[in-house]
Structures are given as structure tokens and as C-alpha cells.
């Protein structure tokens, strides 16, 4: 096991705090920063910058944490080259300031000193409940709990951190990293009840019933599709997320190694070219498969995945077929054996152990088909209004992130749930407000 933990120790290296303060040091501090406007929850980029250059770490953080929930996740999974790095004004010459390492820095250093939080504010504000412990969820937790709310957190699984915990792997995000975030919101305040799922354990009525005043539904999109290809039911192919949940419970100690959908020596390839497909194919190896290719329809260029995923994934022996679809999947008596790959008109067959499907999911119905009055479209994604943000067709019931938007990156799914927490804020003063005047009214017209 120390073996296969080895294999999946993180591979990119933390700065020392002489690198990150020289590294700070190089931020021009722009009056108009164009990193600022490339991150989706327009983080104060040049000011924590700044502050770090100066070894003010604590003010550094108080700056970060005005604006993110999970500095030390993002710091190490967002797609900083295509957002803020990518917006740096030093990028044109292959210079740009390199901001997500600078903040997974800062946030380690806090996490690993433990330095004093900010104040809490008095819980007065009203009762909130959060279906999901991804992104979305622990962002509104985050959040509300910041601005005076009580947050309780309902969550299947038996730990917090959906996607964060079981669908990244640790080579690029370790669990310890995870669970200090969600430690961290947990002294917010905020109450986790794990090994709980809405729509069998309890629904949305019963929830309102305890008293909460809104509910919020970051739920994710956990259904996977299935492509349309012969041989898609056989035994040995599998989701993508599947493998890497399973690869994850593995490493924790939780699930023997047969039960990993993987062998060592198998053959794998995997179906799609995004960030899960590099995730997938980058765990195959590490797990000990022989060969991993990924088979892709469009070219590298046009790949969702980023540039630095794909050019890590072909250092560690990942091959790829660009223009290319995988038609049908064979077996022999049943048993999975082969592939059917066609590219540009011409067909070959190879040989195959496993197929990983990484071409996306949509929500699961479980709890809008459980309560009445949560509209959805064709695809079953969440309706929401604009006003209050975030507000499904049933009062009081909000959602946001990947269940209402389609499945995307952790930052994306939390710059939609802040915006979303602003609305239940909205909503739940209002109504607070209503009942005050009414009851006000009514000892006055009483007298």
C-alpha cells in the first residue's frame, strides 16, 4: 500500500516561502487587473498578491477568504491557464504570474499554521439546508454561515466533498488537502449530516417541516450518459468517474484491490478527451494498466481538457487517437476483448480489457421526483429564476452548479453558487421581514 500510495503522491511541487514571496514580487499590481477579470468569482488577485510580497500571509488569506470558500482546492485544480493566469498581462511573454500556485501556497500555510479565523457572526439570520457537499454546497455553506445563518449540509456519502473527494484523483488533489477545507467551513459553523440522501431518507417537505427557511440543491450531475455503440453493456466497460471513485476508496483503505475495475496488464481506452478523460486514463496507469489510449472525435486542439493535463498524461505513457470514434466494443463469450476504432472513413480492431466512458452525466431525479413543484427540462437540469438568483419553480427551493448548468469546473460551479447565495440571502430576510410586519400588524389591529 505505501507502494501505491507513492504512485499517487501529488505531482506538483509547492513553492518554499522564499519562492512564493520572489514570485509575488514579480505581480506589476495593475490598476485595471486583467487577472481579476479572468476568474470567474473575480478574486482581488494583485491585493493578496501584494500582501504575500510583503509576508503579510494573514491578510493575504482575510482577502482570499472574502471571496473563496476553497482556496487550497482551486489552487491546484482550477484552469488557471485558460482564466486568470491566462488573462496576466505578462502572458504575452510567456511570463505570466503564477497565481494558482501562489494561492494554494497561502492557503497551506494558513491551513498548516493554523492562524486565528475571523469572527463569527451571530446565526440570527435564519435556518438553511444544502442538498450536496460538492463545489456548489460547500460554497452557499461557506457563505450563508459568513453572513449569520445556521447551514446544514445533507450528504450520502459517509464524508463530505462529492467530486473533491471521489472524482479527482490524489495525485492532483490529496484528501487531506479536501478535508482541511471542509474542516475549516465546519468551524463556520455549518453541521454535516453524512450517510444521509434526500429523496429516500428524507425528502424536501420533511426538511421545510423541520424549519429550515430555504433549501438549497447542489446535487451535481451523477447520472452518466451512455454513447450509442454495441457492446456499451458488457461487464468490463465503465464510467470514468466510477473507476476514479473507486481507485479512491481504494487508496483510503476502504475497498480490496479486485474491486478496482482495473487490473494490472489490462489494456484501457477511454472514450472523450476532458479533464475526467485525462483523470481516467492518468489513474489507469498509475494503477498498473499496460497500455491507456483515449480515442477522441475531434483534434488536440479542440480537446476540453487543458494543455498542461494532456502534455502530463503523454509524459506518463497515455496514447491518443485524434479524429477517431470507437464504433463498437467486442467480446468473446461475453467477456470484454476488443475494440472497433474508425478514423477517416477506415475501421481497425484492437485488442481490449477495459473501456472508460468519460462524455459527461446529467442529474439524477431523486429528489425532484420525491417533492412537487421543481421544474425541469427535457435533459432533467434544474429551472431557476433570475430573481431572487437562483429560486427553482417551487418557493424557498433554490439550486445551482452543475444540476442547473451542465457539468463544469469546481470554480465555474462555485461562482454560480455564490451568486446563488446572495438570492437565498435575499429571500429569506424578505420573508423574515413580511412575517415581522404581519405580526405587527396583527398586535395592532389586536390593541
Known amino acids: 500500500m505505501e507502494e501505491q500510495k507513492e504512485l499517487f503522491h501529488e505531482v506538483n511541487e509547492s513553492y518554499t516561502m522564499l519562492e512564493a514571496i520572489n514570485e509575488a514580487k514579480r505581480c506589476l499590481h495593475c490598476k485595471v487587473p486583467q487577472c481579476k477579470k479572468g476568474c470567474p468569482i473575480s478574486h482581488d488577485i494583485p491585493d493578496w498578491i501584494h500582501e504575500l510580497s510583503k509576508g503579510n500571509l494573514g ?70 439546508a444544502v442538498i450536496g457537499s460538492g463545489p456548489a454546497g460547500l460554497t452557499i455553506a461557506g457563505d450563508l ?43 463556520l459553523g455549518v453541521v454535516f449530516h453524512c450517510n444521509t440522501t434526500v429523496g429516500t431518507d428524507i425528502n424536501i417537505d ?15 450531475t451523477v447520472k452518466p450518459k451512455k454513447p450509442d455503440i454495441p457492446g456499451r453493456n458488457l461487464k468490463g466497460v465503465r464510467q470514468a468517474v466510477y ?12 475497498i480490496a484491490r479486485e474491486d478496482v475495475p482495473i487490473q494490472e496488464g489490462d489494456r484501457v481506452f477511454v472514450i472523450g478527451c476532458g479533464n475526467t478523460a485525462m483523470d481516467g486514463a492518468r489513474t489507469a496507469i498509475r494503477m498498473g494498466a499496460k497500455d491507456v489510449e483515449i480515442v477522441y472525435h ?14 502530463e498524461a503523454v509524459e506518463e505513457g497515455v496514447k491518443f487517437n485524434w479524429q477517431s470514434k470507437i464504433v463498437e466494443i467486442l467480446d468473446k463469450d461475453g467477456i470484454l476483448n476488443g475494440v472497433v476504432i474508425e478514423h477517416n472513413g477506415e475501421r481497425r480492431t484492437e485488442k481490449a480489457d477495459k473501456v472508460l466512458m468519460a462524455i459527461g452525466s446529467v442529474p439524477a431525479s431523486r429528489v425532484v421526483s420525491t417533492t412537487k413543484g421543481i421544474e425541469v427540462d427535457e435533459s432533467g437540469y434544474v429551472l431557476t429564476r433570475e430573481t431572487p438568483c437562483g429560486m427553482t419553480s417551487r418557493k424557498g427551493v433554490f439550486a445551482g452548479g452543475d444540476v442547473v448548468n451542465r457539468p463544469s469546473t469546481v470554480v465555474l460551479a462555485m461562482r454560480d453558487a455564490k451568486n446563488v447565495a446572495d438570492g437565498i440571502a435575499q429571500y429569506v430576510d424578505a420573508i423574515k421581514l413580511l412575517e415581522a410586519i404581519n405580526a405587527k400588524d396583527w398586535a395592532g389591529d389586536k390593541n
Not at 484523483?169 to 479536501?178: D, G, M, N, S, W
Not at 476514479?244 to 483510503?252: D, F, G, P, T, W
Open 59 to 128: 491578510n493575504a488569506m482575510k482577502i482570499i477568504n472574502d471571496k473563496s470558500n476553497l482556496p487550497a482546492v482551486c489552487g491546484r485544480v482550477c484552469p488557471h491557464e485558460k482564466q486568470c493566469e491566462g488573462h496576466c498581462v505578462l502572458s504575452k511573454k510567456g511570463q505570466a504570474i503564477h497565481i494558482g500556485k501562489l494561492e494554494r501556497f497561502i492557503a497551506d500555510f494558513d491551513g498548516g499554521m493554523g492562524l486565528i479565523r475571523e469572527n463569527l457572526q451571530p446565526k440570527t439570520r435564519g435556518r438553511i
Open 145 to 187: 454561515a459568513r453572513k449569520g445563518f445556521n447551514v446544514e449540509i445533507f450528504e450520502m456519502e459517509p464524508e463530505p466533498g462529492g467530486v473533491l473527494m471521489f472524482g479527482i484523483p490524489e495525485y492532483r488533489l490529496p484528501k487531506e488537502i479536501v478535508r482541511r477545507e471542509i474542516k475549516k467551513i465546519e468551524e
Open 206 to 220: 420533511q426538511l421545510f417541516e423541520r424549519g429550515f427557511d430555504a433549501i438549497f440543491m447542489g446535487t451535481g
Open 243 to 254: 473507476f476514479l471513485r473507486k481507485v479512491s476508496l481504494y487508496n483510503e483503505g476502504n
Open 298 to 311: 475531434r483534434t488536440v486542439n479542440e480537446m476540453s481538457a487543458l494543455r498542461s493535463e494532456y502534455e
